[in-house]
């Protein structure tokens, strides 16, 4: 009888059962390295961004050192009819045999390299997400742990300016920073964006000190004298760290979407600067004629938005440890096996988890701010 | 309640006043209003940028001209934009109201698709269908709307005239999308492996058929619904909405539904008279539509039983959809001479409306039916992944409670688990963001709005904000501040409305 038994134990058990052997002996940060390399939506979107940045850095250099790519984007002749690409595909597709050209994503109307152009706007736009989520996340995470450690009065007033600060549409406040700001210079622009970036981030970090205070290492520590600050940084910070990554990585495809489009409106960065979302906006109406100017600059937008939030979702399936995988068949066979061989007190022990809800999206789903792109 | 109300709109009153504030000493910082004095070569350039400077009372502290404009604010006056001369006030309400149409569209049926795609999604978790789903959602999340919109603006309404031009699909494309869409239907509806070779099958040929006949009908220019095609389609719906909200085999719930398809198809021929005697506006049309639910009440009350109140809704929807479709086919059938007035280019790719175009009320709704395809299409690819993944992970998260597996264990119908007990607290974390959503976007979808060149909200303070005119702008975010505070207090109470457990008190 109690083999029929063990041979059917909840499927809730044998889970536990194999995340607990998976996990054994391992300390926090290599749980969540382990379980963000199994996720493979996230380490492709990781390969491709460092991909991207990769290329984008390396064709046209950074600041005094030179790039591997020999247009600069400058005015030039016109190759290709119309200024088409000039990368052919390989025969085994139907093309003339494989070459990348002299101008292998074409050329607009007066000969100007697209792979340059694009390769700057990448780069102009790669470093101003940088900079947004780094600024961002700097005051998120400041003003939501001064706010969710003090509460009281400090936290209403600093909750009052969050408000103030969601109130208007990040769009519309960008447009008009971008009309002071972004004639000015690009770093100058995406810091002021940072500054309105931050509420999100800012009420998750409260939130998350607010239960974090109330837990007994806290007490603990405040009892063994430690100073508010050493309580915050080295007590509660380290226990809130996977939120903030987590919405910071979302906060960044936030970041790059409202680049390129406030500077599609033409109220972001201005020329001489290349930005992905400018180059769209100037190459719109040659849609129809040069399809290729249109494209490039737009998929290197969705390339970047797009690997980012998989390694967000990665990261956020890493952090949460409520996040359920369900095994492989296979695995779960065997642990069934080695459950039969083992004494029962192993999966009791394990089985005082509760069954949480998968929280691949909802949980901080909105960390990234409201779109604001519309 | 009353405290809360209280305390809530005192604060939202003084972030008001401090974020309008900040606002006016930005977007005055962001403003030069004597550029293209200075780079004029008129030889009165310096008593020219004296005489705006006066105009605009430019040497004035903005700090003393944001209160000068407050107190004008506050007692309704909005100045006017000085380039132009217009009052602000009507520009507004012009922008309100082409805001209004196209978010409204927009925002239901990205809701309404998005909350049905990822509950089903839900169900079908760590299924195929999951993850083509989730993949989607994420794609469409990712893409730059402004991108979209160029996309669809050049290629979409280009190539769907091109398409009006000589309609014809050919059959293998017809078979494929015919077979994509049942391999869609047989992911989403799962099942065993015969359960699924039905559903292939099935869709597959419902989709092939409808295809067909769009395309042997000529309906692409000679669209029209039809008594036949109504009973069809209405009998339809009133099966789809039976077997989700009552189950097929509450037998009253169907019949009540299936006499409003019956009524509506009876009614279909006299109500174009009456159409055509009735003086149509929005209005009156909204109030029809009032009445057909009010019908459908009635008949799904009348056929009585045990359960009138889900007969009764059933039927009222019924009573919906069908009189949506009698409404469709009027608009349907001013197509002809619409396509020929716009010389066989239907769907525009700027304004919300066709100017000097005339014709009769249908005419007017078709035209601004045509002009908000597009960009509502962009607002709901952006909002649909959002919705989709709102409620795909509310749905997990509801479908793991207790009183689920205490609904499954006491016996219940897993129709009635998933529609009662979970749909329903699925939606209380929607009711929440749904309010803001809508309301933030009366300020307009900016960069929609700008590829569209719809002249809402949106283009309104993109324009203004380029043109130099603060009134317009400090008036645009007047009224967007006030209603995302407004959202915000509306959230909280329809949080405490939907769910018992939230109390207003505190």
């Keep these: 009888m109690s083999t029929s038994m063990n041979a059917t134990p909840p499927d809730d058990k044998l889970e536990n059962a194999i995340e607990l052997r998976d996990v054994a002996g391992l300390s926090q940060g290599q749980i969540v390295r382990r379980r963000f390399f199994r996720h493979k939506g996230a380490l492709v979107g990781l390969a491709t961004l460092l991909a991207i940045i990769v290329l984008a850095f390396s064709s046209m250099g950074v600041g005094p050192i030179p790039g591997w790519w020999t247009q600069t984007g400058a005015p030039g002749p016109v190759v ?43 780069q102009t736009s790669l470093r101003i997400m940088a900079i947004i989520s780094i600024v961002a996340c700097v005051i998120g995470v400041a003003v939501g742990s001064l706010s969710g450690f003090f509460r009281g009065r400090l936290d209403t007033l600093l909750m009052r300016g969050t408000d103030l600060v969601i109130t208007i549409p990040t769009i519309v406040i960008g447009a ?18 940072g500054v309105i970036l931050w509420p999100s981030l800012a009420r998750l970090v409260r939130g998350e000190f607010l239960t974090l205070r ?111 995988r369900i095994p492989s068949r296979r695995k779960m066979e065997r642990a069934q096996r080695l459950d039969r061989a083992e004494t029962p007190g192993v999966l009791d022990a394990s089985s005082g988890r509760a069954a949480a809800p998968d929280a691949r999206d909802g949980d901080l789903g909105g960390a990234g701010g409201p779109r604001s792109g519309r | 309640m009353l405290t ?44 020219l940028i004296d005489q705006r400077i006066e105009q605009l009372q430019l040497d004035v502290n903005p700090v003393v001209r944001f209160f000068g404009w407050l107190g004008n604010a506050v007692t309704g006056d909005f100045g006017v934009a000085w380039r132009t001369g217009q009052a602000v006030t009507v520009l507004i309400s012009r922008a309100i109201g082409s805001t209004l149409e196209l978010v409204t569209a927009a925002t239901l049926l990205s809701l309404v698709l998005g909350v049905a795609v990822g509950i089903v999604s839900a169900l079908r978790q760590y299924a195929a269908f999951d993850y083509i789903i989730i993949f989607v959602s994420f794609l469409l999340y990712s893409l730059p709307s402004f991108w979209v919109a160029v996309l669809l603006k050049q290629w979409g309404a280009i190539g769907f005239n091109d398409f009006l031009g000589d309609p014809v699909i050919s059959w293998v494309v017809i078979a494929a999308i015919a077979l994509l869409s049942g391999l869609l239907w047989m ?17 597959a040929a419902a989709t092939f058929a409808m295809f067909a006949f769009l395309q042997l009908t000529n309906w692409w220019l000679q669209p029209r619904v039809g008594p036949v095609l109504l009973a069809v389609l209405g009998v339809a719906a009133a099966l789809a909405i039976v077997a989700i909200i009552a189950g097929l085999q509450n037998r009253r719930a169907l019949y009540a539904s299936l006499t409003t398809v019956a009524l509506g198809v009876v009614l279909f021929f006299p109500m174009q008279q ?71 280019r239907p769907i525009p790719t700027f304004g919300d409306r066709t100017p000097n175009l005339g014709g009769n009320f249908w005419v007017g709704i078709l ?65 929440t963001i749904v309010p803001i959503d809508v309301i933030t976007l009366i300020g307009g979808a900016v960069i929609t709005e700008t590829v569209f060149a719809r002249p809402g909200m949106g283009l309104l303070f993109v324009e203004s904000l380029r043109n130099a005119e603060i009134e317009p702008v400090m008036a645009y975010l007047m009224i967007t501040a006030a209603l995302a505070i407004i959202a915000n207090i509306v959230a909280d109470i329809v949080y405490a409305v939907v769910d018992p457990r939230i109390r207003l008190d505190a």
């Excluded at chain 1, 690009?186 to 810091?191: H, K, Q, V």
């Excluded at chain 2, 049309?285 to 009440?297: Q, R």
């Excluded at chain 2, 649909?384 to 509310?394: D, E, G, L, N």
């Design chain 2, 274 to 344: 009456v159409f055509d005697a009735l003086p149509l506006s929005n209005w009156l049309l909204a109030g029809l539509g009032l009445v057909t639910i009010a019908v459908g009440l009635l008949i799904g009350y009348l056929f009585g039983g045990p359960d009138r109140g889900v007969s009764a809704r059933a039927a009222a929807l019924t009573a919906f959809v069908v009189g949506v479709l009698i409404v469709a086919d009027q608009v349907m059938q001013v197509w002809p001479p619409y396509y020929d007035a716009l010389r066989s």
């Design chain 1, 80 to 122: 290709n009819p119309q200024g088409g690409p000039t990368a052919s595909l390989p025969t085994w597709l139907g093309g003339d045999g494989f070459a990348w050209g002299e101008h292998p994503f074409g050329q607009d109307e007066i000969g100007r390299d697209i792979f340059a152009l694009v390769m700057l706007g990448t």
């Design chain 2, 4 to 47: 809360f109300l209280t305390r809530r709109v005192l604060a939202g009153l003084v972030t008001l006043f401090v974020a309008l504030f900040l606002m006016y000493l930005l977007v005055d910082a962001a403003m030069d209003p004597l550029a293209d004095l200075r780079q004029s070569t008129a030889p009165n350039k310096a008593q």
């Design chain 2, 187 to 203: 992911l989403a509806v799962g099942g065993g492996g015969r359960r699924r070779v039905q559903t292939l099958v099935v869709a």
């Design chain 1, 176 to 193: 008009v920073i971008g009309r002071i700001f972004a004639g000015i210079s690009p770093t100058l622009f995406a810091i002021f964006l």
């Design chain 1, 214 to 324: 109330e837990r007994e290492f806290v007490d603990a520590a405040r009892v063994a004298g430690a100073s508010s600050s050493r309580i915050i940084f080295k007590h509660i910070l380290p226990n809130a760290v996977g939120v903030i990554i987590v919405s910071t990585t979302l906060l960044m495809s936030t970041a790059i979407l409202l680049e390129t489009a406030l500077s599609f409106l033409q109220f972001g960065i201005q020329p001489p600067d290349v930005s992905l979302g400018r180059l769209i906006s100037e190459y719109q109406s040659a849609f129809s004629t040069r399809p290729w100017l249109f494209w490039w600059p737009g998929l290197f937008i969705v390339l970047i938005a797009l690997s980012v939030n998989f390694i967000g979702d990665g990261l956020r399936d890493a952090f949460d440890p409520r996040q359920k």
């Design chain 2, 367 to 431: 035209d601004s039916l045509t002009h908000l395809l597009l960009p509502t299409l962009t607002l709901i690819l952006i909002a649909f992944a959002a919705y989709t993944r709102y409620s795909r992970s509310s749905m997990l998260e509801v479908m793991n409670q207790d009183y689920i597996r205490t609904a499954r264990a006491k016996g219940l119908p897993e129709r009635v688990v998933v529609v009662r007990h979970g749909f329903r607290n699925t939606l209380i974390p929607l009711a």
